[in-house]
Nanobody, 117 residues
């Protein structure tokens, strides 16, 4: 199995930046995709950004051009660089990893991001 621990959340003013980190441990060689999701109370958890082991990325339309997903394999850590933050980006951000078949799914416990106007 894979264990994920997020960090880097916090309070930031609109227009500011934050970098979230996701430290992975365990069977990390099985990881095919590493994603970031976000969730606000009362709503579903939505995909923000996805990175495959081959380097392919995709982003939610709402964050394109502002967020960048990356991964440092040497450090077993994934990142989400968030810039030009908006109040509507306020949410709990979750790191997620899965293997190629989807049989392995791991979630972190989340980190709160709050953007003030």
């Amino acid at each position: 199995q894979v264990q994920l621990v997020e960090s880097g959340g916090g309070l930031v003013q609109a227009g500011g930046s934050l970098r979230l980190s996701c430290a992975a441990s365990g069977s990390i060689h099985n990881i095919y995709t590493m994603d970031w999701y976000r969730q606000v109370p009362g709503k579903q958890r939505d995909l923000v950004a996805r990175l495959t082991s081959g380097g392919s990325t995709n982003y939610a339309d709402s964050v394109k051009g502002r967020f960048t997903i990356s991964r440092d394999s040497a450090k077993n850590t994934g990142y989400l660089q968030m810039s030009a933050l908006k109040p509507e980006d306020t949410a709990v951000y979750y790191c997620h990893a899965s293997d190629y078949s989807g049989a392995m799914n791991a979630w972190g416990k989340g980190t709160q991001v709050t953007v003030s106007s």
